[in-house]
C-alpha cells in the first residue's frame, strides 16, 4: 500500500509559478520501484495526465500541453515527487492530483489514469487572468 499525500496548491496570477509536492508515505525502494504521475481535472471536464516519472531512472514524460512549462521530478531521500509549474496560465486551474503504482520492471511510466492504482486527494491550483 502506497499513501499519497500532495501539498503546494494555491492562487496565481498568469504568468506565475507553483511547485507541487507528494509524499509518497509508507514506501521505500527496497519495496521495488515505483511510477509516479501528476493528474489534473478542471471543473466540468475529465480528469487528464500532466507527467510521469519512474522512481528507479528518474525517466520523465510530459504531455505537450505543458512541455517546456512544468516539471516533474522526484527527491528519494525525501519520498517526494513535485510538479513545478512555470508561465501559469488560466487554462491550467484544476485539482491536481498525485498518483502511483508499482512499476513492475517497466522502463518507463505513461499517463493514463488506468496505469496507478494509488491516488492523492488533491490540491487546488488556481490561475486568474
Known amino acids: 500500500q502506497v499513501q499519497l499525500q500532495e501539498s503546494g496548491g494555491g492562487s496565481v496570477q498568469a504568468g506565475g509559478s507553483l511547485r507541487l509536492s507528494c509524499v509518497a508515505t509508507?514506501?521505500?525502494?527496497?519495496?521495488?520501484?515505483?511510477?509516479m504521475a501528476w493528474f489534473r481535472q478542471a471543473p466540468g471536464k475529465l480528469r487528464e495526465g500532466v507527467a510521469s516519472i519512474l522512481w528507479s531512472s528518474g525517466k520523465t514524460f510530459h504531455r505537450d500541453f505543458v512541455q517546456g512549462r512544468f516539471a516533474i521530478s522526484r527527491d528519494n531521500a525525501k519520498n517526494t515527487m513535485y510538479l513545478q509549474m512555470n508561465s501559469l496560465k488560466p487554462e491550467d486551474t484544476a485539482m491536481y492530483y498525485c498518483?502511483?503504482?508499482?512499476?513492475?520492471?517497466?522502463?518507463?511510466?505513461?499517463?493514463?489514469?488506468?496505469?496507478?492504482?494509488?491516488w492523492g486527494q488533491g490540491t487546488q491550483v488556481t490561475v486568474s487572468s
Open positions: 498518483a502511483a503504482n508499482w512499476a513492475y520492471g517497466r522502463t518507463s511510466c505513461d499517463t493514463l489514469e488506468t496505469s496507478y492504482n494509488y
Open positions: 509508507s514506501y521505500s525502494s527496497a519495496y521495488g520501484s515505483l511510477c
